[in-house]
């Protein structure tokens, strides 16, 4: 039987249970996946408590994404994970985990029908840094907004084959064709207000508070926009597939539960 949980707070917004349990659902396989309220100077007991049990895996949200890095756990790193210095996802590997981004994938897969020559992120945490390991040799130059300079050597990491220009959060959008928001709710609201222009495709990280003020400005002049459930729906196969072992259509099975989230928030 799974036994997985979503990691975080605040956490009791979450989606990943109805994802993961409509999943369960569809591909037949027994399974609980909970949400469970963890600060970061709660993981570490949490953590050497979670050996002892039958655990299948975990998905990190904020703050902890960066505490699979903590040598004293002893989690085996993925590569891509590595260079962005962000675990979303942590599946269990004997008496420790194997910790990994998903974020990646799902910006991997997003960014395959999108089409771009200029590029901005927004933000600076671990779903930026995912973004901008997936834009890594796509484009020549990416733009970075973020709020200080405070992690600018981490962005920097994440990029060996394109060229990184750092900006404060007020640098106007409507020069880019592809802008990625990974910010909390409120962040970009001033960034909408001066908004004139929208050319290309945003991706938004969020999905509640929906629509942001920044992707309904650029809906409404005219730009593409993707939901932050089409990113949290295409992280969520990833996990879905490595916590329960199956193969399956991820077309099909992101359609199912895109229309369930929907269907959810709209509640």
């Not at 420790?96 to 994938?105: A, I, M, R, W």
Request: hydrophobic letters at 45%; aromatic letters at 8%.
């Amino acid at each position: 039987m799974i036994r997985a949980a979503v990691l975080g707070t605040p956490i009791a917004h979450s989606l990943s249970p109805l994802l993961h349990s409509r999943a369960y659902e569809i591909l037949g396989v027994e399974g609980d996946y909970s949400r469970i309220d963890l600060a970061e100077v709660e993981f570490p007991n949490f953590f050497n408590e979670s050996l002892k049990d039958s655990w299948t895996g975990f998905s990190l949200t904020m703050p902890l994404k960066e505490v699979a890095f903590l040598p004293e756990f002893g989690i085996s790193l993925d590569p891509r994970a590595l260079k962005i210095h962000s675990v979303n996802t942590l599946i269990r590997a004997g008496n420790s985990y194997h910790g990994l981004s998903t974020d990646v994938l799902a910006f991997d897969r997003l960014l395959e029908s999108t089409t771009f020559t200029r590029v901005a992120v927004i933000g600076a945490g671990g779903t930026a840094r995912a973004a901008l390991g997936a834009l890594d040799g796509l484009v020549d130059r990416v733009d970075v907004l973020r709020r200080s300079e405070s992690r600018d050597e981490s962005l920097l990491g994440c990029v060996s084959a394109t060229d990184l220009k750092m900006f404060n959060m007020e640098c106007s959008l409507r020069e880019y064709d592809l802008v990625i928001s990974t910010t909390p709710a409120g962040v970009t609201d001033l960034l909408a207000d001066s908004l004139t222009e929208a050319n290309g495709t945003l991706i938004e990280a969020l999905y509640k508070p929906w629509p942001t003020a920044l992707s309904a400005k650029w809906q409404d002049l005219g730009g593409n926009v993707k939901h932050g459930l089409d990113l949290l729906v295409e992280q969520a196969l990833d996990q879905i597939q490595l916590m329960t072992g199956k193969s399956f259509d991820y077309a099909q099975m992101r359609a199912t539960l895109l229309s369930d989230a929907l269907e959810f928030v709209k509640e």
